[in-house]
Each structure stands twice: as C-alpha cells, then as structure tokens.
C-alpha cells in the first residue's frame, strides 16, 4: 500500500518502489489492500512482490521501512545509511503494523496511518521548492 500512496501524493516529482525482506515469487497485493486502493485511487494493479537485494540498496536514494525491525535487518545485511521508518520521516515514534490476516477495517486504518505519515515527510517537501 505504501508504494502506491507515496506515488499518489508525490505524483510527477518522486517516485517509490516497495520491495519486501521475505518477499516469495507470486506473492501479489492482499484483497484487502487491493480494494482499498482501488477505492482511493483507481488502482487495480496486481503486480508480484519483489524481493529487495543489493541493486535496490545502490539504486535507492532513501530507503523507508515500516518498521524498527525491517530497518535494523536491512542494516545488518547490507550495511547502509540511507535507512528510516516511515515514522522516523514524519518525526514520530513507533511502527507502522502490516494488517496483513486482518480485517478490512484494520486495512482502512493502516491506509489513512501511511497517508497521513507520508504527507508529513518534510524531506520530500524540500525537494518541492
């Protein structure tokens, strides 16, 4: 969902790519995401996930993870120091929970959480100018 919403608002001046830690080939975006994003954005695409490996760290001017965890991991494996949580970004604590198993309500919550975060990234702001 984040890839999806981080291009709608920093349309036609930044782009995102989502890549996942444990990401399995034919693993697509859940039903429930799916609707949603449909629902905000007309979006109906159901693109596999891709898994990220080293030519993402290289290529990647930031890289934004979900959570504390998801950072630390990437930090490990691939040492890097363009590494912040969504929060961390939007100059909040905490994580952002996958709603992955849950119901649509908890998918719909998880939404409005990333959009709101999102819009506060000043990082992406600056470029604007």
């Known amino acids: 969902m984040a890839e999806v919403i981080f291009n709608e608002v920093y349309r ?15 693993d697509i975006i859940s039903p429930e995401a799916l609707i ?6 007309g979006y109906s695409e159901h693109r596999e996930s891709q898994k990220l490996g080293q030519n993402d760290i290289v290529e990647a001017d930031v890289i934004i993870t979900m959570t504390e965890g998801q950072k630390l991991e ?3 494996q691939y040492g890097n120091d363009k590494l912040y949580t969504l ?32 819009t506060k ?3 992406f702001k600056e470029d604007d100018n």
């Open 87 to 118: 929060k961390e970004l939007a100059h909040e604590t905490g994580d952002v929970m996958d709603p992955y198993g849950q119901d649509e309500l908890e998918y719909v919550r998880t939404f409005s959480e990333i959009r709101e975060l999102i």
């Open 121 to 123: 990234i000043e990082l």
């Open 74 to 76: 990437i930090a490990h």
């Open 12 to 26: 036609n001046r930044h782009t995102s790519e989502s890549r996942g830690l444990h990401a399995r080939a034919g």
């Open 36 to 41: 949603i994003l449909n629902r905000e954005y």
